[in-house]
Nanobody
Framework: QVHVVESGGGLVQPGGSLRLSCAASGSILAMATVVWYRQAPGKERETVAT???????IIAESVEGRFTTSRDKAKNTVYLQMNSLKPEDTAAYSC?????????????WGQGTQVTVSS
């Protein structure tokens, strides 16, 4: 069984920073791509960033230059560092992990964490 938990969200002023964590635990044999999404009320879900186990990352144009990803392989955790936050970054952020267990590869989702950027 695998559990994925996002954390690190909260209320921050414009221009501030937050670091979100996406931590996977359980019977994990390997963790490959982790994708960060966000969804604001009334809007479609948006792909924010993709982190690969090779170290490469793909950042959405809307947040490029402000958001970065990193990974702690020993902890099966991927981070989303968000700098220079804007009110339009307000959304529920979630991650999807591609994880291999004894049953093979599957996608696992966390419950999400809310980010609110407001003065």
């Amino acid at each position: 069984q695998v559990h994925v938990v996002e954390s690190g969200g909260g209320l921050v002023q414009p221009g501030g920073s937050l670091r979100l964590s996406c931590a996977a635990s359980g019977s994990i044999l390997a963790m490959a791509t982790v994708v960060w999404y966000r969804q604001a009320p009334g809007k479609e879900r948006e792909t924010v960033a993709t982190d690969t186990d090779s170290g490469a990352s793909i950042i959405a144009e809307s947040v490029e230059g402000r958001f970065t990803t990193s990974r702690d392989k020993a902890k099966n955790t991927v981070y989303l560092q968000m700098n220079s936050l804007k009110p339009e970054d307000t959304a529920a952020y979630s991650c999807r992990c591609s994880i291999m267990t004894s049953s093979g590869w599957s996608h696992y989702w966390g419950q999400g964490t809310q980010v609110t950027v407001s003065s």
